[in-house]
């Protein structure tokens, strides 16, 4: 029904940068709220940013000042703007996002992962 596809993803060295997106696209009726969360090898999953339709935006603490979250609505589209990478920051980015379908169910969706690894 809704497919969610990242993409930017990739290899950089420590201090760079990278841009991620995810695109949403089926029978979608309305979007609520979009966000990226991470899983590095051995750890658990957590949530990196999140955004609400309106463009309220929040992040994990280890980020804040260096990620940026943004979204284009009328392309159903959510962005991670990541700068100032650290080795740290190496993991699987996967999008997520609140959907309210064509016929009117609500669920959470999310994407397959796209692989960011920072090199030191």
């Known amino acids: 029904q809704v497919q969610l596809v990242e993409s930017g993803g990739g290899l950089v060295q420590a201090g760079g940068s990278l841009r991620l997106s995810c695109a949403a696209s089926g029978s979608i009726f309305s979007m609520y709220d979009m966000g990226w969360y991470r899983q590095a090898p051995g750890k658990q999953r957590e949530l990196v940013a999140d955004i609400t339709s309106t463009g309220r935006a929040n992040y994990v603490d280890s980020v804040k000042g260096r990620f940026t979250i943004s979204r284009d609505n009328a392309k159903n589209t959510v962005y991670l703007q990541m700068n100032s990478l650290k080795p740290e920051d190496t993991a699987v980015y996967s999008c997520?996002?609140?959907?309210?379908?064509?016929?009117?169910?609500?669920?959470?969706?999310w994407g397959k992962g796209t692989l960011v690894t920072v090199s030191s």
């Open positions: 997520n996002a609140d959907v309210l379908t064509t016929s009117f169910s609500r669920r959470e969706y």
